[in-house]
């Protein structure tokens, strides 16, 4: 017997008591284990990565509302300054024209109270001068009659 007899007879040997013991089973349990862990495994991760992807999306329509958001704010707040400004600058020309107005009304009155002012010193000037003149020229009671007649006369001329 030579040994290659006895390297076959030790291999059945051996591969009888792998049989025995069942080692074939325990390898293929073992395996099968690790392919359901495996797969266990790669159904959570593509969960994940559905669950990744479902965030992502409403993440990405949360900032394109934020977005439209902001940009309505923004239009809405350009909208309001337009308005204001557009009130703010009919409210200027309108206390121009009223000031203007009231300017206008105060050189009037100015003007009106000078002329009135420049003719009473006139009627003043004038009857001073008259008075100066009568007397001079006109005495007694003809005069102090021609004075007053006078007098009546300018005042009812002034008023």
């Known amino acids: 017997m030579d040994a290659t007899f006895w390297a076959l007879v030790g291999l059945i040997i051996f591969t009888g008591i792998i049989v025995w013991v069942k080692v074939p089973g325990k390898l293929a349990s073992a395996l099968d284990a690790r392919a359901d862990g495996i797969r ?37 707040a350009k909208r309001e300054a337009e308005l204001l400004t557009g009130q703010t600058e009919a409210a200027l020309n309108d206390l121009i024209a009223r000031r203007t107005k009231l300017a206008e009304t105060k050189i009037a009155m100015a003007e009106t109270q000078a002329l009135a002012e420049v003719k009473a010193r006139a009627t003043d000037v004038a009857i001073t001068a008259a008075e100066a003149i009568l007397r001079d020229k006109v005495s007694g009671k003809v005069a102090d009659k021609l004075m007053a007649d006078s007098i009546k006369e300018v005042g009812s001329r002034i008023n």
């Open 40 to 76: 266990k495994e790669l159904d959570e991760a593509r969960r994940l990565r559905e669950e990744a992807q479902s965030l992502l999306a409403e993440y990405q329509r949360k900032h394109r509302e934020a977005e439209e958001e902001a940009e309505a704010i923004i239009a809405e």
